[in-house]
């Protein structure tokens, strides 16, 4: 059963190079492997005996403690290495691998990328960040819906950056479940076209409060669509009144150098 | 979506106290803020699920929904709020920061073990 929705698929996790048939197994799943597997079965009705104790344990313990952990543990190895660390979040289409590579371009002759691509399927990304000439891996999540920290902490010993460096990690496209999941990053940003909605940021609360900066892309179809630039800003600041904003168009790149600067301040203060 | 991998967290944490005593569960108590982004509804259909066949089998899960509640940024008055676009009742300023309601915890777990022996 699929770790995430509960589907019957598989849900192997695989974390890949792009050309290169060697991949790390893993499996997300060894909750459930261990409990149809290893565990016994034991029921309170099994009971031969008549005494039973019971006792009441307060965890008052987070759900998520194990990811968020090992996410501080990527923070830590982040903050050793001197990397700055972005997790790119947003709905699928917004143009954020698009981005990337124009951020790729705009930033390797004074900056290492790294990358980490997280989809269901395909090495499609992977393959376009390989051009661009960054060092890349690609996360399968399978059926799963967002990246957790173990994944990044796995992809990140096969990806190996450099000291001094940004590491992008490109999350599976969706706006909801990878809000909960700290992977160890030091930005979230979230990315929302203009062929998106303004009130993106209304629909999807929790995104726009754990995120640092919303990038508004797709700016060159500003004339052809209804959407209001304001208005998606203070839909966004309703819930985080300290996120940042750049507008922009990776396509014609019209803003990126702003996107470029921002980033390369966050750098240097880093140092 | 996501409910599922929670459901899977909440197992196995408490799977792990069982583990320690050689017992099985018979309670977890959760505790869900409104604010949280966790459906409940959908996180007790995975949680029926994702118990079975393990040591939780037995279990009956109870969820304390709490509620949300806000700090006005502008004028520091608190107030009750489950709605993440929130306007302060004393000055009307748009903007606050939750103080409350975003939790996602296990608070308690009831585990049994088979004889007096083993506690």
């Not at chain 1, 996360?139 to 173990?150: A, R, V, Y």
């Not at chain 1, 004339?223 to 309703?238: H, I, L, T, W």
């Not at chain 2, 991998?5 to 017992?23: T, W």
């Not at chain 2, 699920?49 to 806000?70: C, D, M, N, Q, V």
């Amino acid at each position: 059963m699929c770790g995430t929705c509960g589907c019957a698929e598989s849900d192997e996790v695989k974390i890949m190079r792009p050309h290169n048939k060697e991949t790390i197994e893993y499996s997300n799943d060894n909750l459930t492997y261990d409990y149809i597997h290893t565990h016994d079965e034991k029921h309170a009705h099994d009971y031969h005996h008549h005494h039973s104790h019971s006792k009441e344990i307060i965890l008052e313990q987070d759900i998520l403690k194990k990811n968020n952990l090992l996410a501080e543990r990527n923070r830590g190895y982040f903050d050793a290495k001197n990397i700055i660390s972005i997790n790119l979040v947003s709905s699928p289409g917004s143009g954020k691998t698009t981005l990337l590579e124009k951020t790729i371009s705009g930033l390797k002759d004074e900056l290492p990328v790294f990358v980490i691509e997280g989809d269901q399927q395909t090495m499609n990304d992977a393959e376009r960040i390989k051009n661009t000439g960054a060092p890349v891996v690609q996360i399968n999540t399978g059926s799963g819906c967002h990246l957790d920290s173990s994944m990044v902490n796995l992809a990140v010993k096969k990806l190996e950056p450099k000291e001094n460096s940004i590491l992008f990690i490109e999350n599976v496209g969706n706006l909801v479940c990878p809000s909960m999941f700290d992977l160890g990053e030091n930005f979230r940003i979230v990315v929302i076209s203009v062929t998106e909605g303004d009130d993106k940021p209304a629909k999807y609360p929790n995104m726009f409060e754990s995120s640092d900066l919303c990038i508004i892309n797709k700016t060159d179809l500003l004339p052809y669509v209804d959407f209001n630039v304001k208005k998606a800003k203070k839909y966004a600041m309703q819930t985080n009144q300290n996120i940042e904003f750049i507008e922009l168009s990776a396509k014609t790149e019209d803003g990126l150098k702003d996107w470029i600067n921002w980033l390369k301040s966050k750098f240097k203060v880093e140092k | 979506m996501h409910e599922f991998s929670i459901a899977l967290n909440v197992v196995q944490s408490a799977e792990e106290e069982a583990i320690k005593v050689d017992g099985v569960i018979t309670e977890v108590v959760l505790e869900i803020g409104k604010l949280s982004g966790v459906v409940k509804e959908a996180l007790e259909f995975a949680l029926d699920e994702a118990k079975k066949r393990t040591r939780l089998s037995g279990a009956i899960i109870k969820y304390i929904e709490i509620p949300g509640s806000a700090k006005c940024n502008n004028c520091g008055n608190t107030y009750d709020t489950d709605d993440h676009f929130s306007i302060c009742p004393e000055c009307n300023h748009p903007y606050c920061s939750f103080i409350r309601g975003k939790e996602m915890r296990i608070k308690s777990i009831k585990v049994e073990t088979e004889n007096s022996i083993k506690v």
